[in-house]
């Protein structure tokens, strides 16, 4: 079988119409098209010679049809069960993906670029630059992979992992419609994170997904956001919060802001007054993220006693705000320390 297919012969990501016609072609009956769906949606299969149900030479003669699924180049397990995975794209890219076990849930935090073009000045992917966007199908396959490797269920998905989601929305929603209704992942249990960009929450607003969303904020002024994120030179904290009170009126869901605390640089009293002024009246959760070292830049996470006045002047004033401190940090795993390499 020639392997320089393009990517729209792909089968992860077709849906169950589409899955069907491609075994018609294949002078195979319908029913079996419910059988690929099952067998790639459901248990994961990565290799269409695994699919039992099918007949023993056909499956032969397309055994190395490519189906879609990634390698796992390397595992890492940190102490806390948290698993970072390096993933070989057929392409031989490398993306990272990490699977966070609680005592009831799974998360996957997934990627939706290889690298990231933004270059925030905290965050470790944007140090490597960008190559490209995934397919949504990429996506799906981080979140079978997670699962099959863990042997249970994913409960929740985080676009949180390497690249800006919105700067590849199209793929981005897809994927959320595919782990939807094709992998069974409720909507809700999908939280798309993004740093913002102009025009483009307005648009993921207007495909009226279910999805949780948040937005890293960071910074409770102009100055000190252009200071951190580059791309807020191009997009003001105020355009950024008028579209996010649009996404909360077009969607009726809240928005999640996320916010890093980087001692001595945005995590003062005075930022959480400015915050506050910036928040109120407004439909919203923040989420403080104690800064995850990376070594590139200099910034210290502030110390616990800190991090609670930060998060006591919020709730003084009313705002819902819950402190997360990253799992996975002693194998760089944790939030910000996405690179695709194994240090
Ligand atoms: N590009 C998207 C999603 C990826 S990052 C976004 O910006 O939202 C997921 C979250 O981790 C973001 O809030 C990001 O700002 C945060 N993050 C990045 N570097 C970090 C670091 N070193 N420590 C803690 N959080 C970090």
């Not at 904020?217 to 009170?245: D, F, G, M, T, V």
Request: with cysteine.
């Amino acid at each position: 079988m020639n392997l320089s297919v393009t990517e729209s012969d792909v089968l992860l990501g077709k849906s169950l119409a589409e899955l069907t016609a491609w075994m018609e072609q294949q002078g195979q009956p319908a029913y079996r098209g419910k059988q690929l769906y099952q067998w790639l949606y459901q248990k994961g299969a990565r290799s269409l010679a695994e699919i039992s149900v099918f007949p023993k030479q056909f499956r032969e003669s397309v055994a190395d049809y490519p189906i879609g699924r990634s390698n796992i180049h390397f595992r890492a397990v940190a102490p806390d069960k948290t698993r970072k995975y390096l993933l070989q794209l057929q392409d031989g890219l490398i993306i990272e993906t990490v699977g966070i076990p609680t005592s009831k849930r799974l998360t996957v935090c997934v990627s939706s670029q290889v690298g990231c073009p933004m270059d925030c000045d905290f965050c470790a992917t944007g140090k490597g630059g960008f190559t490209r966007n995934l397919k949504a199908y990429e996506i799906v396959d981080q979140v079978l992979t997670v699962q099959n490797d863990f042997g249970q269920r994913v409960s929740n998905v985080v676009y949180m992992g390497m690249g800006e989601p919105l700067i590849n929305l199209d793929e981005v929603a897809k994927s959320v419609k595919l782990l939807n209704q094709d992998v069974g992942i409720g909507q809700r249990s999908l939280t798309v994170s993004t740093v913002g960009l102009p025009n483009k929450i307005r648009e993921l607003a207007e495909q009226k997904l279910q999805i949780t969303f948040a937005v890293s904020l960071h910074a409770s002024n102009q100055a000190l956001r252009e200071q951190l994120i580059p791309s807020a030179q191009h997009y003001s904290l105020q355009q950024l919060l008028a579209e996010c009170r649009e996404y909360v009126e077009i969607t009726g869901r809240r928005v999640t802001f996320e916010y890093i605390l980087l001692a001595g640089v945005n995590d003062n009293p005075e930022n959480a007054q400015e915050l506050i002024k910036h928040l109120r009246g407004f439909q919203t959760h923040v989420n403080l993220i104690p800064y995850n070292p990376i070594s590139e830049v200099d910034y210290q996470r502030p110390d616990k006693q800190r991090i609670k006045q930060f998060q006591d002047i919020l709730q003084q004033n009313k705002i819902a705000v819950t402190v997360r401190y990253s799992r996975g940090l002693s194998a760089d795993a944790a939030c910000g320390q996405l690179r695709a390499s194994r240090r």
